[in-house]
């Protein structure tokens, strides 16, 4: 099964490309993450505020874990994209979202983003849940496997 990236998906990963230069730099997971919780729309900004998280927790979060780490996770972005490709994949989906990529993201163990999603209160198997959940009102069934820890 070949993997599409919906519209708002590629629209994230663009933004969080400039957003990530107004830094000198290339993007980062926590790029991507911040980006993804401010768009309008977006299937991860939706999971997030389903779980009570408002945009600028996560940013606050990110900046908190990036100021302790020291330096962006640029070497962890492609681990990033093949954990969203193989969240998507799992699911059964030809199209990946933003939800993946939230998936992905929290996969990242040790990473800016999934530290500051951690103490946001998001584990892996509950934002899988939340994204089933979700999904399920749109029609869409995720295999029942969902709920076994992939991480």
């Known amino acids: 099964m070949g993997q599409e990236f919906t519209s708002t998906y590629t629209q994230v990963i ?3 490309s400039r957003y ?8 980062a997971p926590e790029d991507m993450l911040i980006v993804a919780s401010h768009a309008p729309a977006c299937m991860a900004a939706l999971v ?3 779980r009570g998280i408002a945009p600028d927790s996560v940013l606050h979060e990110v900046q908190s874990e990036s100021e302790a780490a ?3 996770d640029l070497d962890k972005s492609l681990a990033a994209m093949a954990a969203v490709v193989d969240e998507s994949r799992f699911a059964k989906r030809e199209l990946v979202g933003t939800e993946f990529l939230l998936l ?4 990242l163990e040790g990473s800016i983003a999934a530290r500051a999603l951690g103490k946001l209160g ?3 198997d509950d934002t899988r849940e939340t994204i089933r959940e979700k999904l399920a009102r ?6 029942e496997k969902l709920r076994e820890n992939r991480g």
């Open 122 to 124: 998001l584990g892996l």
């Open 70 to 72: 020291g330096n962006p």
């Open 104 to 107: 992905g993201l929290l996969r």
């Open 48 to 50: 997030l505020d389903a």
């Open 20 to 27: 990530a230069a107004q830094f000198g730099r290339n993007v």
């Open 138 to 143: 749109e029609g869409f069934v995720y295999p």
């Open 14 to 16: 663009v933004h969080s």
